[in-house]
């Protein structure tokens, strides 16, 4: 959720301390498993909320659906925020693909 999340109304003091929160949460090392628990987690969300079968695939949430592609951006973005910052700017998932590539982070 600290992916996306800007502040869009208030307090501008309290929106800066939100925003350097977020981006030193960001650019911490990621947990020991994380990435193991993410798989679990997305594992669990395709068997659950797409209910497959051999004549209905769900281009969302489904194999190798939308939800696939923004969990391997998000994942990428957590691994290398720290090293490149502007992984860690709120962008739509198209722009952060852009971003991941223009970094060789991507094939």
Not at 20 to 36: F, N, Y
């Amino acid at each position: 959720a600290l992916l996306r999340a800007r502040p869009v109304a208030g307090d501008p003091r309290l929106a800066q301390e939100f925003e350097l929160a977020r981006r030193a949460i960001l650019s911490a090392p990621l947990p020991a498993g994380v990435e193991q628990e993410i798989h679990r987690i997305r594992a669990r969300m395709e068997g659950e909320l797409a209910r497959e079968t051999v004549r209905r695939h769900d281009f969302k949430t489904g194999h190798g659906g939308l939800l696939d592609v923004e969990c391997i951006v998000q994942l990428l973005q957590l691994r290398h925020a720290a090293a490149i910052p502007e992984l860690a700017d709120p962008q739509p998932t198209g722009r952060l693909i852009d971003r991941l590539r223009e970094h060789e982070l991507l094939q």
